[in-house]
Structure formats: C-alpha cells, structure tokens
C-alpha cells in the first residue's frame, strides 16, 4: 500500500532539521512519505534529512530578492514538484514558500495546504520595505492563503495583523500554535556558573533583533559593573536588514560585547550563560529565547508580539520597551545587583518551556491536523481557535 505524502516547504534547508525535524521524524514513524524542500543544498543538513527517513528535493528560491522572474522559477517548480509527486498535504512555513506554493496549489485540486506563519518576515518589520512591496506581498499571501485550509500562527497579534492587512478574513481557519516547540532532551537544564552575569544574545545578525540596541546598553551595564560580560552569536544574513561584518568588527573592538560566531550547536552557549536576551523588535515565538528557557536561563526581552509570549513578568524575567537602551540596561543591571535572581527566574523558565513549549505536543497538534487533512478530501470540521472578534464570528 502506497504511504500517503506530505511535503514539508522551508527557505531555509538548516531549519528543516533544527525546526522541523522532530516533526518530520513522527510523520515518517506514523507511516508518512515525507519530501522536504528547500533552496539550498547543504550536503550534512539533507545528510540529516534522509536519516530521518524522509527525502529531499532543490526548490530554487532568493529567499530575500525581489526580482518577479525568479520568483516565477520558484513559482512553477513548485507546480512541477506538485505535478510529480502528488501529495496528499503540502506544509509551508516562512514568507516565500507558503506564498508560492499556495499560488502554485491553485492549479490543483486535491493536495490540502497547511500554512505555517512564523512571523511576518522583514516585510512588515518596522525596518522592513517600502509600502508598495508591503502591498504587493499581502495581496501574494490573500492570494496563497486563499488555498489553505489551515493557517497556523505562533500569537494572536500576528493573526490580528493578517486580519487587518486583510491577507485572511473571517472565513479562514486559523489555528494558535506555541511556535516550533523545543526538544527538552536535547535542550536539557544545566546548572549555572558562579559569577557575574554572562548575557547571551542568539540571532541572526540583523537590524531588528534589536542587537545594536544590545550593544549600547552593554556599554552602560559596564560603567558600573565592568565584570559582566556581553556574549553575541549569530549568523551573517543576506537579508537587507543585516548588520555588516565590519559593524560587528567595530563594536567588538570596542570591549563591550564578545562576537561568538555562528555554530550549529547552541547548547554549550546557553550552558555558559546566565540571562538570555533578545530585545527583538518582533517575532512570530522566539525559538532561541524557548530553547534558553528549557535550559533554565532567564529571560530579557521585548513587550511586543510573539517575544511578551515568553515571560510572566518577575517570575522568568523582564519585558523591556523595544528600541529603549536605558530600559534593557535597567533590566540586565537587576542580575548584576541580585545575582540569585538568574536562579530563581531560570528554574521558573524551566518550568514553562516544560508545559508550554514540549516539542512532543506541539507535534501532536500538528501530527492531528496533517492527518485529518491527509485522511479527508472535505476540511470544513477542522476545529478552529478563535483568536479575535473576527475569528469568533465565523464560529457563531
């Protein structure tokens, strides 16, 4: 008997594995043909695809360009890969690939599409683009996300936003989900060195994580507390946003903050830190700052969407005012006071990730809808979560 198939869609080929890849091992252990896509071809990433059990295909894609002619060429591989392979459910997550292959899944009746919205990308960031592609790009998701008959969304700010840039309306099903979850056993607790704080900040180098913001405050913590320590780790990005090399290069020189490069195993990072902080501008659910808090680190972020998800207030850490240095060198300068308190809140993140961020039920949730989709050629008793006024009304 043919295995029933699900196509997992990314930008990305690392973040099959290091957010998809718990997922993509229980649909294949469930007894799922899974194919997974991405742009790129990182020969270890689809080494661990394959080991997974699952197989991997080339979707050409500039996951930051702007140029319609290659986004055509993404556009109709995605109709070439539909047209082939036929699955019963196509997953998309990230900006392009639920754009093009919802628009691509028009062309066909029977694949159901699952739209998985982590965020809502450097586009309508608020050092995002201009307002003609803001425009363009929410009518592109009206118009893929026409064909989905699920949209997941990690907080209820982001399906505000779609409601309000009309890109969903309130006939779309959408469903809260706590992010990308975290593997509690290979993100495990550890305890923390004595000491002065170590602050870890774990991004891509980008403008609106808010890591020049960082480094500023950084400089006004050291005034009074020299023996703390600054730690930066992240990627370099092609993304317009991005910070340069030798932006990171001057503030390093200047002594505040340490530039750790990128890696592909955070865990002796956040082992050798006690506060992790990302005072991030928006997020769809921070998945570096949930993989701190399994770890049992305290949190610094921002109060806006997706990061206000992650901490109750004095109880796992504190919520800052984005873009506000003095507010982020206030809250970093509470651990250089009172130490004890990266014990006390990491215990507490500890116990949130373990009941909030399990990556075992998150999948559940997700293994249920991917299987009632697979299983169904009619959708409609999906159940829905109401997240707004609207949302609600199309449940009355």
Known sequence: MQRPLIVIAGSLSVSLTNFRGPLIAQLVSTGYR????????????????????????????????????????TLFSYIRLLRRERPKVVLAYTLKPIVYAGLALRFFHAPRFVAMMTGLGYVFGETGSSGWLQWLTARLNRAALRRAQDILVFNRD??????????IDDR??????????VDLQRFARRPLANGMPVFLLVARLLADKGIGEFVAAAAIVRASFPGARFQLLGPFDSNPAAISPAQIESWVSMGNVEYLGSTRDVRPFY????????????????????????????IITTDVPGCRDTVEVG????????????????????????????????????????????????????????????????????????????????MQ
């Open 34 to 73: 899974v194919i997974a896509c991405a742009p790129d071809t990182n020969p270890v990433v689809i080494q661990e695809i394959l080991a997974l059990g699952a197989e991997f295909r080339v979707v050409p894609m500039r996951r930051t360009g702007q140029n319609p002619l290659h986004d055509l060429r």
């Open 158 to 167: 982001d399906a505000d936003e779609l409601l309000r840039r009309r890109m």
């Open 172 to 181: 779309s099903l959408v469903t809260l989900v706590p992010g990308s979850g």
């Open 271 to 298: 082992a050798q830190c006690t506060t992790c902080v990302l005072p991030s501008y928006r997020e769809g659910l921070p998945r570096t700052v949930i993989e701190a808090m399994a770890t049992g680190r305290a």
């Open 315 to 394: 109880r796992n850490g504190f919520l800052v005012r984005a873009r506000d240095v003095q507010d982020l060198a206030n809250a970093m300068m509470r651990f250089c006071h009172d130490p004890s308190l990266a014990t006390r809140m990491g215990e507490a993140s500890y116990r949130m990730a373990t009941d909030r961020f399990d990556v075992r039920k998150i999948n559940r949730q997700l293994l249920d809808i991917i299987g009632h989709l697979a299983r169904r050629s009619d959708p409609e008793d999906l159940p829905c979560v109401p997240l707004s006024a609207e949302c609600h009304r199309s």
